[in-house]
T-cell receptor, first 113, second 119 residues
Framework: AQSVTQLGSHVSVSEGALVLLRCNYS??????LFWYVQYPNQGLQLLLK??????LVKGINGFEAEFKKSETSFHLTKPSAHMSDAAEYFC???????????FGKGTRLHILP | GAVVSQHPSRVICKSGTSVKIECRSL??????MFWYRQFPKQSLMLMAT?????????EQGVEKDKFLINHASLTLSTLTVTSAHPEDSSFYIC???????????????FGEGSRLTVL
């Protein structure tokens, strides 16, 4: 069975500082991995995805994530946080060509002025 | 980009009544839609997969007679919570995959969600 673990339900960073949101996955087959962002009272928006191509994936809004098979990790980073980045972030995993996406519990990112 | 709209965004109902939530793809056709439930401060739990013109596929533990799903057209899926009880209060979110889109790519478009409160 596949699963995703997000370390830290809340993360606070200062504006302009590095953002690092941690995600570890468990999968018996090569996974597809995703990061989604959810703004208050809104649906989810796909930030980026890993589908077995390049291990360093660049997404929207300056975010990127690196797939590390040896560490079973897919951490999300952004060099410089902006106030507009404050939101809930979900890491997710699915099997090849399967839309049944398993979500992590989410990490709420707070940006401090 | 593709837009998925849910209606109503908020609904309050009395215990024992039924509530219908609509999920519409506004500018694309969706052969497959998904319904999720999100508890406060928790992740999205997939409830069911809705396929146009056929019966929905429910995840284990989801009562199909409690949560009726209808996908009558390529742009509309509905979730009806029958005989709602306070424990059904939650945030319900739908997503849609454009017709012809490759499965498993994560290219799902999500609605804004519908918050149900059962008194």
């Amino acid at each position: 069975a596949q699963s995703v673990t997000q370390l830290g339900s809340h993360v606070s960073v200062s504006e302009g500082a590095l953002v690092l949101l941690r995600c570890n996955y468990s999968s018996s087959v090569p996974p597809y991995l995703f990061w989604y962002v959810q703004y208050p009272n809104q649906g989810l928006q796909l930030l980026l995805k890993y589908t077995s191509a390049a291990t360093l994936v660049k997404g929207i809004n300056g975010f990127e994530a690196e797939f590390k098979k040896s560490e079973t990790s897919f951490h999300l980073t952004k060099p410089s946080a902006h106030m507009s980045d404050a939101a809930e972030y979900f890491c997710a995993v699915s099997e090849y060509r399967d839309d049944k996406i398993i979500f992590g519990k989410g990490t709420r990112l707070h940006i401090l002025p | 980009g593709a837009v998925v709209s849910q209606h109503p965004s908020r609904v309050i109902c009395k215990s024992g009544t039924s509530v219908k939530i609509e999920c519409r793809s506004l500018d694309f056709q969706a052969t497959t839609m998904f319904w999720y439930r999100q508890f406060p401060k928790q992740s999205l739990m997939l409830m069911a997969t809705s396929n146009e013109g056929s019966k929905a596929t429910y995840e284990q533990g989801v009562e199909k007679d409690k949560f009726l799903i209808n996908h009558a057209s390529l742009t509309l899926s509905t979730l009806t919570v029958t005989s709602a009880h306070p424990e059904d209060s939650s945030f319900y979110i739908c997503s849609a995959r454009p017709a012809g889109g490759a499965s498993g790519t994560g290219e799902l478009f999500f609605g804004e969600g519908s918050r149900l409160t059962v008194l």
